[in-house]
């Protein structure tokens, strides 16, 4: 009798596979400036959804290297309540470029030659001059 089921439960499985799945229709909240756009289906306590269901459909379906604002990110996984405005963004955006122009700026001043060797032990912490001591008793510099 347990085999019946099984082949059942198999056979019945197998032909909803060929059922076109349907796309889940949500609200669309919003588009960024990417070309991603937001859907949301609402949290229902009735129904015992206690969270909300929301995904993207991204710009170009084929690039799976997809970049999302980080406000965005933060709204998909529930770290959010509201979806986040334009000014936000916006303000983001610009610290983004901001800091990649500084950092830009920071490589230029350094020369590309030099090594970049990682310091270790008590030569790591800056050293700041005769006054401070590094171990109780004993001076920074030898003298």
């Known amino acids: 009798m347990a085999q019946r089921s099984i082949i059942g439960t198999i056979l019945k499985n197998f032909i909803n596979s060929f059922k076109v799945l349907q796309k889940p229709s949500g609200k669309l909240v919003s588009t960024d400036f990417l070309g ?4 949301e289906i609402p949290a229902d306590p009735q129904g015992g959804k206690r969270r909300p269901s929301r995904w993207f459909d991204p710009a170009t379906k084929d690039d799976f290297q997809q970049e999302i604002p980080a406000e965005w990110e933060a709204w998909l996984r529930n770290r959010r309540a ?12 610009a610290l983004m470029l ?24 008590m030569e790591s912490f800056p050293q700041y001059g005769d006054e401070y001591e590094m171990m109780a008793g004993k001076k920074q510099f030898k003298e």
């Open 36 to 39: 991603n756009k937001y859907f």
């Open 82 to 93: 509201d979806p986040p405005t334009e000014d936000e963004i916006k303000a983001s955006y």
């Open 98 to 121: 901001l800091k990649k122009k500084n950092a830009a700026a920071l490589e230029s001043k350094t020369p590309s030659g030099a090594p970049t060797q990682a310091i270790k032990g």
